[in-house]
């Protein structure tokens, strides 16, 4: 949490817990919380360009041998295997082999993140992103990412009702379908009610949008 904010959440996490790392094969016992972000400003700026140093780590040390100083800080194998899992996240995609012999298979890609997030050791977001964005950037797609200059077509979704889950990414990481509320097409709702998900855990309005015009699918 940055050090400008003054609300104060609870921690996720419990002393004494056991953990692992979303990212690499880590895992740890939480001995201390601290109850708001106490690092500079300047590490909290730098942590979206994590994997641009980690392809210079690559770059210097192709095989993973050896050790380099990079940008005046010691690189050796251990940081090279981060960066390495950095770099693969990066490029990881995701997809289905839809429409398949038998027809279009409802829900491929939701389950292909839910699978991803909750046997694949990633996290959520992570999941959501190796299903879109990543693959957007992939074959140079204007949609994928939610930003000015972006196709307009999203899915708003929430964690399905009856999950033990609070949010729609903590659904994927335990595995479950997302619950899909609207899908916007062009800016405008196009569906809602869909048919083949569960209905989500919370009422989701979009304020100042008329979907009567919508349709369920």
Request: proline share 6%.
């Amino acid at each position: 949490m940055r050090t400008s904010m003054k609300k104060i959440r609870n921690a996720k996490y419990q002393i004494g817990q056991i953990v692992r790392h979303r990212l690499y094969p880590f895992r740890g016992v939480v001995f201390d919380i601290d109850p708001v972000f106490d690092n500079t400003e300047e590490w909290y700026e730098a942590i979206p360009a994590e994997v641009a140093f980690a392809k210079k780590i690559i770059a210097a040390m192709p095989d993973g041998s050896g050790a380099v100083m990079i940008d005046g800080k010691m690189q050796d194998d251990a940081t090279w295997k981060q960066a390495k899992v950095l770099v693969d996240l990066a490029r990881l995609v995701a997809g289905t082999d839809q429409p398949a012999g038998s027809g279009v298979q409802p829900l491929g890609m939701l389950r292909v993140m839910a699978s991803a997030a909750s046997l694949g050791g990633i996290d959520g977001a992570t999941a959501v992103a190796i299903a879109t964005g990543n693959v957007a950037k992939l074959h140079d797609d204007a949609n994928g990412v939610v930003a000015p200059g972006r196709e307009a077509d999203l899915l708003v979704v929430d964690s399905p009702l009856g999950s033990q889950a609070s949010s729609a990414l903590e659904a994927l990481e335990i595995g479950d379908t997302l619950a899909v509320a609207f899908a916007i097409i062009d800016g405008k709702i196009a569906v809602t009610k869909s048919r083949n998900t569960p209905p989500p855990a919370r009422k989701i309005a979009l304020v100042g949008a008329d979907p009567s015009q919508a349709k369920g699918h």
